[in-house]
Structure formats: C-alpha cells, structure tokens
C-alpha cells in the first residue's frame, strides 16, 4: 500500500507563504515571455548564493520500498542563472533526473527500491543562484496590453486559487481606476497605488481571498498581491505571483510596439515597489495556479515522496537551506 511519508524539515529559509497548509518552496523553470533583448539593460549587479536542496530519509525498523522523489529545484529566469555545482546521493538512489512539468516547475526526481530497517538515503543537490535586481524600463509609457498571447502566457489571465478577478466589485474598481488613465503602464501603476493607499496590512497568517480582501479593505501582504494580480487579469493584462526568498511579489505582461512581451514586477505589501525589484531575491516559483502529477491543484508545486511503508513510517527531511561557498 502506497501512502505519504511523514515529513520534518532541517533547515528552513523564512519564507513567507500564508496561504498555504504546510511549508512548501517550490522552484520554477522558465514559462514563454521574457524581457526583451533591449531590456536586459534593467538588471542590475547581481548577488550570488550557494543552495542545497533534497532529502534525507530515515528508514523505520520494517524499512521502505518503491519510494520515490520529486523535489522542486531552481531554475532560470531572465532575472537569474542558476548551476548545479554539487551532489551528495545515497548509491540504493536510481533514475535520478530533472524534468518539467506542464506548468514550468522544475523538479528533481527519483526512485529508491528498497531501503532497508533502520537505514538511511540521501539525495541533496548543491547550486549556485545568481539573481540581478531590476530597473525600471526607459519608456514604460510605450508599453501595451497585449492583443494576442500564446498558451504559456494565457493562463495567466485565468482564475486561481484565492485570486477571482470575475467580481464585479473588482470589475467597477478597475473601470474607475483605469479612466483617463493615458497608457497600460499609469493604469496598472494606479491599481498598485490604490491597494498602497487603501488596503490595510492585518498580521493574519491565512489569506482570505480577493474578494474578501476588496470587501474588507484589509489584508496581509500577500491578500495585497493576490488583488493586485486580480485587478490585471480584469484588465486582460497577464499577471502572476513570484515566490523568492523572504518575499512574494507580482509580475505583469506588456508588450512594445513590436509585440515582444516582458514582465514587470509590482510589489504592494511589504516596502511597495512598482516596475523595479531593489532588493532581489532568489526566486524559487513563478505561478499560483499549479496542477500537481497526482492531478491536484495548488499555489505550489511541494516537495512530494511517497512508497511502501510496510507498516513503518520513516523520518523524512526536506532540505533546503544557503550554505556557504
């Protein structure tokens, strides 16, 4: 019989997802649409800092088999390199590779056949993550909503979890907001403005949706994110959460005049910025709308280990933590 493992965590990075049931941080690879070449000019000097990710199982007294991993690792973005420059894998460990899912989560995955009683496995894989801040662009007021958009960026005008931009309180918000407005830019800039200005920060820990958010006007920081990308996708302008280190922010899509599309951030919680990020960090996911292998939908794409228990649960530790150079 199949059934998850229990699971503890080493070492963990604070970072802030209170929308969800357990601590998960999940890592993405890239997903269609990034700066265009003539904006690379944006990002600036970046920091580097040395991850390891993966697991570390602790068999119980009847040991496991048929176990296997997957594990979301970091991957690039216009905004960040990343290399693999380590490995620390138990020899019992098989099949290990990467692959992509559907929605662009890069991940790490396994198979352990057999782990006998009271033995133990590794799989911890060691990166290297460079992550630039970014500036904002030299003529934001030229930017456009774009008019069509290929299957990667379209879902990003989709409903989420915890993210309905179909109310209609939020559909007049946007109306009011965007009138007399001149170009895509100053008319998203105001919805960042408005949430700014009249959303108050509350220290819940659970995220309580947009539209209870709009209602309330309160929210945490992330509720304020959430809004955010609810009043683009009203919009039609594509827009999506980043989860990086300590943080969480949104991005949106423009395009030029020459239809090349890139994102640009907007952070409305915490130290707001709008079409600039100061203080980078390592970006571990990009999306909030993820289906799972097993079919589920999440915000996250978790750490996921699962086998034959024979009737013992192992000890499961989830690693992810900055070690030094």
């Not at 973005?77 to 590779?97: F, I, P, T």
């Not at 352990?112 to 590794?122: D, E, F, L, Q």
């Not at 209870?212 to 009203?234: H, P, Q, W, Y």
């Not at 919680?269 to 999306?287: M, R």
Request: with cysteine.
């Amino acid at each position: 019989m199949f059934k998850s493992l229990q699971v503890k965590l080493l070492i963990v990075v604070s970072f802030s997802l209170l929308c969800v049931e357990s601590l998960l941080i999940p890592c993405s690879a890239q997903l269609g649409g990034g700066m265009v070449a003539e904006d690379l000019t944006r990002l600036g000097k970046p920091i580097t800092q040395r991850w390891q990710i993966g697991v570390l199982i602790q068999a119980g007294e009847r040991g496991a088999s048929s176990v296997n991993l997957l594990i979301p690792v970091p991957a690039d973005w216009d905004e960040q390199s990343v290399a693999l420059v380590g490995e620390d894998v138990s020899d019992s460990v098989r099949n290990l590779k990467y692959v992509t899912l559907d929605d662009g989560v890069r991940c790490l995955t396994a198979s352990i056949p057999r782990i006998g009683g009271g033995g133990a496995v590794k799989v911890l894989q060691t990166f290297d993550v460079q992550v630039y801040p970014i500036k904002k662009p030299s003529e934001p007021e030229k930017l456009m909503v774009p008019k069509k958009l290929d299957r990667q960026i379209k879902p990003f005008l989709n409903a989420s979890p915890l993210i309905d931009h179909r109310r209609s309180a939020i559909k007049k918000l946007v109306a009011e907001l965007v009138e007399n407005k001149p170009n895509a830019w100053s008319q998203i800039e105001a919805f960042h403005d408005w949430i700014v200005a009249n959303i108050a920060t509350t220290g819940d820990e659970e995220c309580i949706g947009t539209t209870a958010t709009l209602r309330n006007n309160a929210g945490n920081d992330e509720d304020k994110i959430n809004l955010f990308v609810a009043m683009c996708r009203s919009h039609k302008v594509p827009a999506r959460i980043v989860w990086a280190e300590q943080t969480e922010y949104a991005e949106f899509y423009l395009v030029d005049e020459n239809e090349r599309g890139a994102w640009y951030p907007s952070q409305p919680g915490a130290n707001p910025e709008f079409g600039q990020i100061s203080n980078p960090s390592v970006v571990q996911q990009k999306g909030d709308n993820f289906k799972l292998p097993n079919g589920e939908k999440r915000r996250f794409v978790p750490e996921l280990v699962n086998g034959d228990m024979r009737g013992s649960e192992p000890e499961i530790i989830f690693v992810r933590r900055i070690v030094p150079h």
